[in-house]
């Protein structure tokens, strides 16, 4: 019980697991918000585009899978839209934003 309590401490509620998390969420959050504008690049491949259009029907959710999201990311690397490209740069380099403690018990 408590191995596994102390895996989850150690791998999946790590910073840098948590940050990458959230990094990728941004990166999905900001892509969505451009193809709804349609401003996304046209680049981005159709099955990551039938994501983004909330229109998945279950051939593409069986296909899709993290290759074609690293693929996607890539291609934002030099979107025109700053915000995306810069997010996706950040998480192809691993340049992760720094956590910041808000109490003076943070154990990091």
């Known amino acids: 019980m408590f191995i596994r309590y102390y895996a989850y401490w150690q791998i999946y509620f790590h910073k840098t697991t948590r940050g990458l998390e959230k ?14 504008e349609n401003l996304l690049d046209e680049e981005t491949p159709k099955l990551i585009l039938s994501f983004l259009a909330g229109k998945v029907d279950l051939e593409n ?16 690397t030099g979107s025109k839209n700053a915000i995306l ?15 910041y403690c808000f109490s003076r018990k943070c154990s990091f």
């Open 23 to 36: 990094l990728i969420q941004s990166i999905w959050k900001r892509a969505e918000y451009l193809y709804h």
């Open 61 to 76: 959710y069986l296909m899709i899978d993290d290759t074609d999201i690293f693929q996607a990311i890539k291609i934002w």
């Open 85 to 99: 490209r810069d997010l996706s740069l950040r998480m192809l380099n691993r340049k992760l934003f720094k956590t």
